[in-house]
């Protein structure tokens, strides 16, 4: 069975950091292409940065770049989202995805499992 276990959101300061996790199981994350996605009230949710299967290749929504990075702990099964200079504007709810394919895009449609999304907050 596949799950998506995402945990580490919270409150944080603007300016401050914190690292959300992605927890699989019932599939390797070495072979599936990894999103993550957010969504804020009343907006649609919107890709941020996915990686990609195998070789690892990671991209970056605009918006993020620059201050989020993405990465994977093989012995783990983990995919981790590093986030950095947090603003304001981050707060939203975060999910990561997977999907059985080699390139990542941040299109959710592209995407079959979801986990259940971990809240992030940004404020003072």
């Known amino acids: 069975q596949v799950q998506l276990v995402e945990s580490g959101g919270g409150l944080v300061q603007p300016g401050g950091s914190l690292r959300l996790s992605c927890a699989a199981s019932g599939f390797t994350v070495d072979y599936h292409a990894i999103g993550w996605f957010r969504q804020a009230p009343g907006k649609e949710r919107e890709g941020v940065s996915c990686i990609s299967s195998s070789v690892g290749s990671t991209y970056y929504a605009d918006s993020v770049k620059g201050r989020f990075t993405t990465s994977r702990d093989k012995a783990k099964n983990t995919v981790y989202l590093q986030m950095n200079s947090l603003k304001p504007e981050d707060t939203a709810v975060y999910y990561c995805?997977?999907?059985?394919?080699?390139?990542?895009?941040?299109?959710?449609?592209?995407?079959?499992?979801w986990g259940q999304g971990t809240q992030v907050t940004v404020s003072s």
């Open positions: 995805a997977a999907e059985y394919a080699f390139v990542c895009r941040l299109k959710e449609y592209e995407y079959a499992f």
